[in-house]
């Protein structure tokens, strides 16, 4: 058989293969989307009805940022959908080019026949068979006619059918086509109101740094939500706990071979052995708030840092340490939106205070990878970094690289 006929039909069912994959993960982030949008809708009916004045507090700040990260999030996921359905196009164009140029060649063969037939005349099988010398090879003309003509009716049917496929791969690339528009149009309308909210902030953060006592309530706030992070970790073992007995499940029943990519911790690199080597989340981060208990003279509270705080520029970049899956995005009062990564033998990465995040949650990350920007709060520019094996936090000033 031609080659290129063998890699035409390859190809033609690697894509109904990849077209269901396509489908499969398009119709998870719809929900997804789905989610994202009840939660920005609820938010902006409560921001919507209120005055600038009912605007100025730190609650109303708390719900502009909470509705920033749901719209960066549901961005992030329209471009991921936007990405799948440039893929299922450049598919479908494959495609459609394979099969027009199947057809061609289906026409120019049948039309062929066709002409051999009518330069034969009528009767012409007959007279075919009735001029053989012998019984035998009137026998071997009847087979070859008999194999000619069966081969013309599955050339028809062949033909009848890469037609039909052919018309059906056109109507599904215009769907994908008008499918990318309205796409892109849902992107640009979320684009603009998270341009808008941002400027909101900015007004309202502005007003508010004006009292030092909202600077100290957040304060306050990040002191008693500091736990909050530590639940957080507690749920994640235990999800990552749960998926990892599925999956071995599925593996002795034979549903699956190997545990997948986003799951396989084991080939990552060796996260305990980095001790001392990590790069710093921030390039030129200048350490705001050390690791453990830290008096504030003004307030003088104690407050425990599960971290270390840096302090950054405006919209500074902020980066993976180290080798990873995306495991949360979430957004905690005090800290705003926060990204956590999940990396080999149960150790985790936490980066608050971001915005522009740059992931998402089921994503492999490398060290060096940018995650998102530091968010500008009350306090001003400060990236807060956690390190955690298991339910235990560390000690990030022990495992940075030393300046």
């Known amino acids: 058989m031609n080659k290129k006929i063998i890699y035409a039909l390859i190809f033609i069912l690697t894509y109904s293969v990849l077209n269901a994959q396509f489908k499969k993960e398009i119709n998870n982030k719809n929900t997804e989307l789905k989610k994202l949008k009840e939660q920005i809708n609820k938010l902006e009916k409560e921001l919507s009805g209120l005055s600038l004045e009912e605007k100025n507090n730190l609650s109303i700040l708390k719900k502009i940022d909470k509705q920033n990260l749901f719209l960066g999030k549901s961005i992030k996921k329209i471009e991921f959908e936007e990405k799948k359905i440039e893929n299922q196009i450049v598919l479908l164009e494959t495609k459609i080019n394979i099969?027009?140029?199947?057809?061609?060649?289906?026409?120019?063969?049948?039309?062929?026949?066709?002409?051999?037939?009518?330069?034969?005349?009528?009767?012409?099988?007959?007279?075919?068979?009735?001029?053989?010398?012998?019984?035998?090879?009137?026998?071997?003309?009847?087979?070859?006619?008999?194999?000619?003509?069966n081969k013309s009716e599955n050339m028809m049917l062949t033909l009848r059918h890469t037609k039909a496929e052919l018309e059906t791969a056109v109507v599904n690339l215009e769907k994908e086509i008008e499918d990318k528009s309205v796409i892109l149009s849902r992107k640009q309308t979320e684009r603009k109101k998270l341009l808008e909210r941002r400027s909101e902030r900015n007004r309202v953060l502005t007003n508010l740094k004006k009292d030092k006592k909202n600077v100290n309530n957040e304060i306050e706030e990040k002191r008693k939500i500091e736990i909050a992070i530590k639940q957080m970790i507690a749920d994640l073992i235990e999800k990552e706990r749960e998926k990892e007995r599925r999956l071995r499940t599925a593996k002795l029943k034979g549903e699956i071979e190997n545990y997948p990519e986003f799951f396989n911790y084991k080939n990552f690199e060796n996260f305990a052995e980095l001790k001392g080597k990590l790069n710093w989340p921030l390039q030129n981060g200048k350490l705001g708030r050390n690791f453990g208990e830290n008096k504030n003279d003004k307030t003088k509270t104690v407050t425990l840092n599960y971290g270390i705080d840096l302090i950054a520029k405006n919209s500074q970049e902020v980066y993976a340490v180290a080798e990873g899956i995306v495991s949360a995005i979430e957004w905690l009062p005090g800290y705003g939106s926060i990204v956590?990564?999940?990396?080999?033998?149960?150790?985790?990465?936490?980066?608050?205070?971001?915005?522009?995040?740059?992931?998402?949650?089921?994503?492999?990350?490398?060290?060096?990878?940018?995650?998102?920007?530091?968010?500008?709060?009350?306090?001003?520019?400060?990236?807060h970094f956690e390190i955690w094996n298991e339910r235990n936090y560390q000690n990030p000033e022990e495992w940075l690289v030393k300046k």
Do not use: M, P
């Open 99 to 149: 099969l027009q140029k199947k057809v061609k060649n289906l026409q120019k063969e049948f039309g062929d026949y066709l002409a051999w037939l009518y330069k034969q005349g009528e009767n012409s099988t007959l007279k075919y068979l009735f001029n053989s010398e012998s019984f035998n090879q009137a026998l071997i003309r009847y087979r070859h006619l008999k194999y000619i003509h």
């Open 340 to 383: 956590i990564i999940t990396h080999r033998d149960n150790f985790r990465t936490v980066y608050g205070h971001l915005t522009d995040i740059n992931v998402l949650e089921g994503n492999k990350v490398i060290a060096g990878d940018l995650i998102g920007r530091v968010n500008e709060s009350l306090e001003g520019n400060i990236l």
